[in-house]
């Protein structure tokens, strides 16, 4: 059995994800990932991913109802490589503009809305500018382009952990990396060549970690 087929990736259910498409993602780079809802998966594995799209409120919700929050509070503490997609990025955060609410608080800052200054929600390709090097980001070109769909953006307090800018109205946070939790904005299971070498690399991480 090879090193990858050893690895646990946890892909969090909360029917609020794209599920289907990061688990293509995953099995494109030689792992079959355990798509869950039970809590108990979170301590036992090598590596999470919290996907997610719609409503920041209405996926914290369904995260507590499933009693996801502390388990995913420990596993971030705990050090092991963790990836956030889109959404999977804002609940980290302390707090969300929409709808006045409580996020994780894994991440200090806050979500906010895009100004209206373009249409609003963001939709479509666009580029990243890398700011500090990562493991995940190895080998993705400077300015790649990637697939968003989002109206809110993450706002983190420690500024000097934002690894990617992109900018659509104002600059802002499309990649956070901090020790071996990432999140991006953009979906990187929509967005091609690059975008599965994202997942290359958080599958790596893990095996190097594991």
């Known amino acids: ?115 209206p200054i373009f249409k609003v929600p963001h939709m479509g390709w666009n580029n990243v500018e890398f700011t500090k090097d990562h493991p995940v980001l190895m080998g993705i070109p400077q300015g790649s382009y990637f697939y968003f769909v989002h109206s809110y953006y993450a706002d983190p307090d420690d500024q000097g952990s934002v690894a990617g800018v992109t900018s659509y109205s104002i600059p802002f946070c499309s990649v956070y990396a901090r020790g071996n939790l990432v999140a991006t904005q953009f979906h990187p299971e929509k967005s091609g060549a690059v975008g599965l070498r994202i997942y290359r690399n958080f599958v790596a991480l893990a095996g190097r970690h594991r």
Request: include cysteine; charge should be negative.
């Open 1 to 115: 059995m090879g090193t990858r087929d050893a690895i646990k990736i946890v892909v969090i259910d909360y029917r609020s994800g794209n599920l289907r498409s990061v688990a293509r993602a995953l099995e494109a780079n030689g792992v079959s990932p355990c798509v869950t809802s039970d809590p108990d998966e979170i301590g036992c594995a090598d590596a999470v991913i919290l996907p997610g799209v719609g409503s920041g409120p209405a996926a914290m919700e369904a995260l507590r109802q499933r009693g996801l929050v502390e388990p995913l509070r420990q596993y971030v503490a705990s050090g092991k490589p963790f990836l956030g997609v889109c959404l999977g990025l804002q609940l980290l955060l302390d707090h969300t503009e929409e709808g006045d609410a409580p996020c994780l608080g894994i991440i200090p800052g806050t979500v906010r809305k895009l100004p």
